[in-house]
């Protein structure tokens, strides 16, 4: 079956930890995204990638720090400089390829991680 | 600057009525809008999508309109299921002259939608 995954599913990070969240896909696709979730709020974009060795920061990247050493790998490491690291965390992939025309345009979604500061 | 709003938090329906969860933008850059549908604990699944060419498109119970003039977007369920119950997040990104995406999507805050038997 194609598709996103993340792990582990819930994840708890101790005062000055870093930790490292895994996102893999095997859907081939080039571009990979990290999206952070709030209650009551809708995804923020942490960091993307467009093609492997290279990544941009999102939104909100801040305290994150990413790799792209694989097309089919995109870990999130937490830092310790991230002050509030509380939330669901969403990885999601896409085509990009011109091929798809239009639809290459459409994120697919792992299933997340929640993080939970002890 | 929230440049994509879902000004509904919440929408209660009965079931086998019409579901219409709006959404407003304010970037015109954005010509490609996509409508995510998500159960907790869970990641979003893509629902149906629109080009800025286009002002509606249907894929069975879902129609997605399109007005660029006032910048909003709608989504039409018809007619609603309680499974549909769940949040609706609609996002917006921009596309290149080629079509290439810069692959950013903006996302809304979302909307539950509760689908009463």
């Known amino acids: 079956d194609g598709g996103i995954t993340q792990s582990p599913k819930y994840l708890f990070r101790k005062e000055g930890q870093n930790v490292t969240l895994s996102c893999e896909q095997n859907?081939?696709?080039?571009?990979m995204y990290w999206y952070r979730q709030d209650p009551g709020q809708g995804l923020r974009l942490i960091y993307y990638?467009?093609?492997?060795?290279?990544?941009q920061k999102g939104d909100i990247a801040e305290g994150y720090s990413v790799s792209r050493e694989k097309k089919e790998s995109f870990p999130l490491t937490v830092t310790s400089a991230q002050k509030n690291p509380t939330a669901f965390y969403l990885c999601?992939?896409?085509?990009?390829?011109?091929?798809?025309?239009?639809?290459?345009?459409?994120?697919?979604f792992g299933a997340g991680t929640r993080l939970s500061v002890l | 600057d929230q440049q994509v709003k879902q000004n509904s938090p919440s929408l209660s329906v009965q079931e086998g009525r019409i579901s219409i969860l709006n959404c407003d933008y304010t970037n015109s850059m954005f010509d490609y809008f996509l409508w995510y549908k998500k159960y907790p604990a869970e990641g979003p699944t893509f629902l149906i999508s629109?080009?800025?060419?286009?002002d509606k498109n249907e894929d069975g119970r879902f129609t997605v309109f399109l007005n660029k003039s006032a910048k909003h977007l709608s989504l039409h369920i018809v007619p609603s299921q309680p499974g549909d119950s769940a949040v609706y997040f609609c996002?917006?990104?921009?596309?290149?002259?080629?079509?290439?995406?810069?692959?950013?999507?903006?996302f809304g805050q979302g909307t539950i939608l509760t689908v009463h038997p």
């Open positions: 999601a992939s896409s085509s990009n390829s011109p091929l798809a025309g239009l639809a290459k345009n459409i994120q697919y």
């Open positions: 996002a917006a990104s921009s596309t290149n002259a080629g079509g290439t995406s810069y692959g950013k999507l903006t």
């Open positions: 990638s467009q093609i492997v060795n290279d990544f």
């Open positions: 859907l081939n696709h080039d571009a």
């Open positions: 629109i080009s800025s060419i286009k």
